[in-house]
């Protein structure tokens, strides 16, 4: 969870020291952080915290209500204003990832103590994790892979187990509406049929785990030969609508041919065939 205060910059000295005192190396190692920020728009404090379990998450927001209502020199920022976008860029805090963290990591690796977790507006989500022993690992998910770090103390084969369960959590959504895609796909084309590409925002390297409603799932069909593609298009466009209205998301296919893909005859195709993910 984040909160983000303003303040009198003539206060900056007995800021600092109040912000050491209150928020110290033991606040810190669980789940709590509090420091000075600068940017653009202004001088900030910046507040981030556990958003599992709940009761450290509530314990925490008082604590930073509290802190802040006993200055006067403080003075909250509200969330989407300018200040606000300029420290935080969109990001959000996510509790169901935070929850699912816990859930998993506990499970392969022992007692969790706290979680904060975020989404960016690409969908990303990135969490920090508080283990046993004060030990902290930093994850970072999107619905393709994963990168995990200060994993140098842990049971690598426990926590490889855990982040390809995490991993298949991110991935579900867009995973299951891919799945769907094919098999409908390849059961219609059959012979003809040579696979699926996902290119354009989902397969950029900041693709996350669910991006925005305005962001369209985009598909290569190869296809071994066709007359037309606006046929094609017509032919399989009662799936992608389905599929599109049942999971709230524009599903774009665009047919092509196998000889076309093989030999990147155009530029679009050469890009597709270069970065595009398969659909396996």
């Keep these: 969870m984040f909160a983000l205060s303003s303040y009198n910059a003539e206060m900056e000295t007995s800021l600092r020291s109040d912000l050491a005192l209150e928020f110290d190396e033991a606040t810190r190692l669980q789940g709590l952080l509090a420091d000075l920020t600068l940017s653009k728009e202004g001088a900030f404090v910046r507040f981030e915290w556990a958003d599992w379990p709940d009761d450290l998450h509530q314990r925490f927001a008082a604590q930073v209500v509290h802190f802040c209502k006993d200055r006067s020199y403080l003075h909250a920022i509200e969330p989407s204003s ?130 925005g409603r305005d962001s369209d799932l985009d598909v290569a069909l190869i296809l071994t030969d066709f007359e037309s593609p606006y046929a094609e298009i017509e032919r399989f466009s009662p799936i992608t609508s389905n599929l599109s209205s049942e999971h709230g998301l524009v599903i774009s296919v665009v047919p092509i041919r196998e000889a076309d893909f093989t030999q990147g005859k155009t530029n679009f195709i050469r890009t597709i065939s270069e970065y595009a993910i398969p659909v396996l």
């Excluded at 996510?94 to 904060?116: M, N, P, Q, T, Y």
């Design 82 to 211: 300018p200040e606000w976008n300029a420290i935080f860029a969109g990001t959000v805090a996510d509790c169901e990832a935070a929850s699912k963290v816990a859930e998993i990591l506990g499970r392969h690796l022992g007692r969790v103590s706290w979680v904060r977790a975020d989404r960016d507006p690409k969908g990303k989500v990135k969490a920090s994790v508080g283990l046993d022993g004060g030990k902290t690992v930093d994850l970072c998910l999107s619905w393709k892979g994963y990168n995990v770090g200060g994993v140098g103390h842990l049971d690598m084969r426990a926590l490889r187990a855990a982040v390809n369960e995490l991993q298949a959590w991110a991935g579900h959504r867009i995973q299951s509406i891919l799945d769907a895609l094919h098999e409908k796909l390849s059961t219609l084309y059959r012979e003809r049929f040579r696979g699926l590409y996902v290119y354009g925002s989902y397969a950029r390297p900041d693709a996350g785990i669910d991006l």
